[in-house]
Nanobody, 128 residues
Framework: QVQVVESGGGLVQAGGSLRLSCTVSGLTFDQPAMGWFRQAPGNEREGVSCISWNGGSTYYVDSVKGRFTISRDNAKNTLYLQMSSLKPEDTAMYYC?????????????????????WGQGTQVTVSS
């Protein structure tokens, strides 16, 4: 059974930085494409950033381009999201998820319906 555990969230002032981590265990499909998603109260969950099995391809939603960086360490089964220049509108619960059927990113990329293995999430709150 796949287990996904996110960590690294917290409260930060606007302009600050956080690094989220996601550890995955129980995969039978080695090194799948993975992604970070977020959901703010009253909003639908959206794809923030996704990455192919080897990090060769990445996707970022327009609102985080230039500020967030996704990476992965396959030896540690861990996915990261480095977030910089945080804004109050980045406040949300952040989740990582697995595309169980793809090594590479789909087109279009980072759609919630293509991912699974959702963890409990980690809360990011950015104060103004």
């Amino acid at each position: 059974q796949v287990q996904v555990v996110e960590s690294g969230g917290g409260l930060v002032q606007a302009g600050g930085s956080l690094r989220l981590s996601c550890t995955v265990s129980g995969l039978t499909f080695d090194q799948p494409a993975m992604g970070w998603f977020r959901q703010a109260p009253g909003n639908e969950r959206e794809g923030v950033s996704c990455i192919s099995w080897n990090g060769g391809s990445t996707y970022y939603v327009d609102s985080v381009k230039g500020r967030f960086t996704i990476s992965r360490d396959n030896a540690k089964n861990t996915l990261y999201l480095q977030m910089s220049s945080l804004k109050p509108e980045d406040t949300a619960m952040y989740y990582c998820a697995v595309d169980f059927h793809r090594y590479y990113l789909r087109t279009p990329s980072c759609r919630e319906a293509d991912f699974g293995g959702w963890g409990q999430g980690t809360q990011v709150t950015v104060s103004s």
